[in-house]
């Protein structure tokens, strides 16, 4: 065997040795980081933390309502909301007792101002009068952002599809449970609402999530609102920034009242 042979039989020896079965070049082993683990504190100061320093708010403020709350309505006037339909004036009755009640067939409500992420409180009652069945007995909406529809209804022996029940997030969400007082008589929503996010180029991002409270029990658990609220359709999601509370004039002669409004702006 001469020279030139051994080499060619040496050459090939070291591929075959440096490739796997599959004749691909071996990788050298990737160098990974030793786990860092965090020491347990000894002392209880390292983990006390003394900052942000929580604003602090009177939880009973004036006729009570907590003092960073905005009051949207307290049975005064109607001075902070318009029509929706043209901005006019708002033609609902306002009532000695400081409520105020849907004018039959005048048009929805909206606040002037214009919000995102909410606290919402809200007191509503319906008709003492069982006036029709179904989805038009005291049949209105709470709104947030214009276009998720929280369900104002008079479901006391008086059933209906369960996702647009009282308390229902309209077409979507069926409440946990049924909490409504008497006919006639006031319930109260509490709210915790987080509004949805949008990239530049109009995606949704995040969904927006809704935390109610029907007169103290808890009707919906963060949920994650799919979309717009439509009568008919699927819900939409067109890109959107902040937006009116909106109420509902069904039409139907419902004789929905409200009163003790106020939001408190939450951050995303």
Same mark, same amino acid.
């Given at each position: @065997?001469?020279?030139?042979?051994?080499?060619?039989i040496?050459?090939?020896?070291?591929l075959?040795?440096c490739?796997?079965n599959?004749?691909?070049?071996?990788?050298?082993?990737?160098?990974?980081?030793?786990?860092?683990?965090?020491?347990?504190?000894?002392?209880p100061k390292?983990t006390e933390?003394?900052?942000? %320093?929580?604003?602090? %708010?009177?939880?009973? =403020?004036?006729?009570? %309502?907590?003092?960073?709350?905005?009051?949207?309505?307290n049975?005064?006037n109607?001075d &902070? /909301?318009?029509?929706?339909?043209?901005?006019?004036?708002?033609? /609902?009755?306002l009532?000695?007792?400081?409520? @105020?009640t849907?004018?039959?067939?005048? =048009?929805?409500?909206?606040?002037?101002?214009?919000?995102d992420?909410?606290?919402?409180?809200?007191?509503?009652?319906?008709?003492?009068?069982?006036?029709a069945?179904?989805?038009?007995?005291?049949?209105?909406?709470?709104?947030?952002?214009?276009?998720?529809e929280?369900?104002?209804?008079?479901n &006391?022996?008086?059933d209906?599809?369960?996702?647009?029940q009282?308390?229902?997030? #309209?077409?979507?969400?069926?409440?946990?449970?049924k909490?409504?007082?008497?006919?006639g008589? /006031?319930? %109260?929503?509490?709210?915790?609402?987080?509004?949805?996010?949008? &990239?530049?180029?109009?995606?949704?991002t995040k969904?927006?999530?809704?935390?109610i409270?029907h007169? =103290?029990?808890?009707i919906?658990?963060h949920y994650?609102?799919?979309g717009?609220?439509? #009568?008919?359709? /699927?819900?939409?999601?067109?890109p959107h920034?902040?937006?009116?509370?909106?109420?509902?004039d069904?039409?139907?002669?419902?004789?929905?009242? #409200?009163? &003790?409004?106020w939001?408190?702006?939450?951050?995303n």
């Amino acid at each position: @065997m001469n020279i030139r042979e051994t080499t060619l039989i040496v050459l090939a020896t070291c591929l075959f040795a440096c490739t796997n079965n599959k004749g691909k070049v071996a990788e050298e082993p990737i160098e990974t980081k030793p786990k860092v683990e965090l020491k347990e504190p000894t002392d209880p100061k390292e983990t006390e933390l003394y900052k942000p %320093v929580p604003p602090t %708010v009177n939880p009973t =403020g004036q006729h009570g %309502v907590p003092s960073d709350a905005i009051v949207l309505f307290n049975g005064e006037n109607l001075d &902070n /909301w318009v029509h929706t339909k043209d901005g006019s004036p708002v033609q /609902w009755v306002l009532n000695d007792d400081g409520s @105020m009640t849907v004018k039959d067939k005048s =048009g929805d409500i909206q606040t002037k101002q214009k919000f995102d992420c909410i606290q919402l409180h809200i007191e509503w009652r319906s008709s003492s009068e069982k006036r029709a069945s179904g989805q038009n007995r005291s049949n209105s909406g709470v709104f947030l952002q214009e276009r998720y529809e929280v369900q104002v209804l008079d479901n &006391n022996d008086n059933d209906t599809y369960v996702n647009g029940q009282v308390g229902s997030i #309209y077409k979507q969400s069926i409440p946990l449970a049924k909490a409504s007082v008497p006919t006639g008589e /006031w319930n %109260v929503y509490d709210i915790i609402y987080h509004a949805p996010e949008f &990239n530049s180029e109009g995606d949704k991002t995040k969904s927006a999530t809704i935390t109610i409270l029907h007169n =103290g029990i808890l009707i919906q658990d963060h949920y994650e609102i799919k979309g717009t609220t439509p #009568y008919i359709g /699927w819900p939409k999601n067109n890109p959107h920034g902040k937006a009116a509370l909106k109420l509902q004039d069904h039409g139907d002669n419902s004789g929905v009242s #409200y009163r &003790n409004i106020w939001v408190r702006e939450l951050k995303n």
